[in-house]
């Protein structure tokens, strides 16, 4: 009987330890872009994108194709005076999606405007990963069709 009531007690304490475990995968992502926020310039906000991007941007800066200054602007804009929900979060192994809808944002046009992140997960911290889009915007750039766009942005 006493064996009984362990095994159960047992069985029971497994249970309620599986049902309150959280799913580690996702843990990371919500703080990731609250802590992007504080980035100030581009070697501050370089922490929070992935290794291919910031590859990507850094030899962009070496070949003289853009600037730092450049790259701050050309990276997705987060700051003390954004704010934002998180609509929609998927995970599968070291790959996320993350959906945030914008609430307050310093460019009026982006309010209620909902944009979809793609994470990779790099040493165990999640980590932005606009690798394709960048290289699109960069070979745009070399045909000199994004190089004005640029101008006009660093001019406002």
């Not at 070291?94 to 790099?122: C, W």
Request: net charge neutral; hydrophobic share 40%; glycine share 8%.
């Amino acid at each position: 009987m006493v064996k009984s009531v362990t095994q159960i007690i047992l069985v029971f304490a497994l249970a309620l330890t599986a049902s309150c475990k959280r799913d580690s995968g996702s843990v990371g992502i919500s703080t990731l872009f609250h802590d992007l926020a504080g980035a100030r310039n581009y070697q501050e906000m370089k922490g929070f994108y992935s290794h291919d991007t910031v590859g990507i941007l850094d030899g962009a800066i070496g070949d003289g194709s853009l600037t730092e200054t450049q790259c701050r602007y050309i990276l997705p804009r987060f700051d003390v005076d954004t704010e934002w929900d998180e609509v929609d979060t998927k995970v599968s192994g070291d790959r996320a999606t993350v959906t945030l809808r914008f609430i307050r944002h310093p460019v009026e046009n982006m309010l209620g405007y909902s944009q979809i992140f793609k994470l990779v997960r790099e040493n165990g911290k999640w980590k932005i990963d606009i690798e394709d889009e960048l290289r699109v915007v960069l070979q745009r750039q070399r045909n000199g069709s994004a190089a004005e766009y640029i101008r006009k942005l660093m001019n406002q």
